[in-house]
């Protein structure tokens, strides 16, 4: 089971409370990665976190950076095997996009080139065993 990304709402109360609930049921359906896009990121790092904790939805993100830290903000790619076959699933984000968080005039994030990004990623997941590879896109 995978997802885009893109699953929650708009940047008001009433849609970060949905955006919880829907995070409850989407949890249900035992997804085996959800891709980073820029609506994830409406409530803020903590409640993408809180979320990701709470309901064990795995995000994945390879060029999405905390500003603070500077790290990773998610997981670069997750590993799964299905069939016998091992696929590596990771998610980019367009630099262009505007990130704006609820409460925040600067975004939290950084997000780096996406195709530097996967030039160096790509090899390195197949050093990690990666046969095929999914790639979710917000652009």
């Known amino acids: 089971m995978l997802d885009a ?17 829907l995070s409850e049921i989407t949890s249900e359906f035992g997804y085996d990665a959800i ?6 990121l409406n409530y803020g790092i903590d409640f993408l976190k809180q979320v990701m904790s709470d309901y064990s939805l795995p995000f994945t993100s390879a060029n999405v950076y905390e500003v603070s830290t500077g790290e990773l903000l998610l997981p670069e ?17 367009d630099p262009e996009l505007t990130i704006t968080t609820m409460g925040k005039v600067e975004s939290p994030v950084e997000v780096k080139d996406p195709v ?6 790509m090899p390195r997941m197949r050093d990690d065993g990666v046969e095929s590879l999914i790639l979710f896109c917000h652009m």
């Not at 790619?77 to 984000?93: A, D, E, P, Q, W």
């Not at 530097?116 to 990623?121: F, K, W």
Request: proline share 0%; net charge positive.
């Open 5 to 21: 990304g893109g699953l929650f709402g708009k940047r008001t109360h009433v849609e970060k409370e949905q955006s919880r609930f």
């Open 35 to 40: 891709g980073l896009g820029d609506d994830d």
């Open 77 to 93: 790619y997750i590993k799964i095997n299905r069939g016998g076959i091992t696929f590596g699933i990771c998610s980019v984000l």
């Open 116 to 121: 530097a990004t996967l030039r160096e990623l």
